[in-house]
């Protein structure tokens, strides 16, 4: 799988669009681009996935450029809440189950 | 509410003790994960099973046995644990959708370790 990585950590204002961008250089073909949120002592808990281009849903959106070897997760209006930490992910569909590999993430902090 | 529920959500035990988390998920999938996240660190996968079968063992210690006995439910045995294993253990499940899709993780089980 390929290795991701992504900025470790990043502070940001409330109400301020966030972007964070992770890099996958070596993305194979039939991997996905997902994003999780994880809370102190929680389990992570799906943002948004994609494949190409962009995709948004209710909480995010995501960019992915032709290439796919970069991603951008971006988060409109940030409140204090969405303090956590952000993993981007590549992985796929395997035998069954998902294949993926966990980084270290990106610590969002929003600041009054 | 994801779904996935673990007990105990907190366990203190000694070396010598056995203990077991029990994971349990409520959202029909096929497949189902146990990770390891110990402090500061990154998710590590431990196991996961799809169809009840193991289809990964990531060279886990034999002191931490993986147990399926059927789609829904997932067990983690533990015994002779050492003091570094003391970490937060997460259970995860998901469906063979054939393309993408997302793991749904419980709210996972502190462990500490004495």
């Known amino acids: 799988l390929a290795k991701t990585t992504q900025p470790i950590s990043m502070d940001s204002y409330e109400g301020q669009e966030v972007n964070i961008t992770c890099s996958h250089n070596?993305?194979?073909?039939?991997?996905?681009i997902t994003w999780y949120q994880q809370f102190p002592s929680q389990g992570p808990r799906f943002i948004i996935q994609?494949?190409?281009t962009k995709v948004t849903n209710e909480v995010a959106s995501l960019f992915i450029p032709a290439d796919r070897k970069s991603s951008t997760l971006s988060l409109p209006r940030v409140s204090l809440s969405d303090t956590a930490v952000y993993y981007c992910?590549?992985?796929?569909?395997?035998?069954?189950?998902?294949?993926?590999?966990f980084g270290t993430g990106t610590k969002l902090q929003v600041i009054p | 509410e994801t779904g996935v529920t673990q007990t105990p959500r907190h366990l203190v035990m000694g070396m010598t003790n056995k203990k077991s988390l029990k994971c349990e998920q409520h959202?029909?999938?096929?497949?189902m994960y146990w990770y390891k996240q110990s402090a500061k660190k990154p998710l590590e996968l431990m196991f996961v099973?799809?169809?009840?079968?193991?289809?990964e063992n990531n060279s886990v210690p034999s002191r931490f046995s993986p147990e399926c006995p059927n789609s829904s439910h997932l067990f983690l045995h533990l015994h002779t644990l050492q003091p570094e294993d003391s970490a937060l253990y997460l259970c995860?499940?998901?469906?063979?959708?054939?393309?993408?899709?997302?793991?749904?993780f419980g709210p996972g089980t502190r462990l500490t370790v004495t």
């Open positions: 099973y799809s169809l009840e079968e193991r289809v």
């Open positions: 959202l029909g999938h096929n497949a």
């Open positions: 070596n993305i194979a073909t039939n991997d996905y």
């Open positions: 995860a499940s998901s469906q063979d959708s054939g393309q993408g899709g997302e793991q749904y």
């Open positions: 994609g494949y190409k």
């Open positions: 992910l590549v992985g796929r569909q395997s035998g069954g189950y998902q294949k993926v590999t």
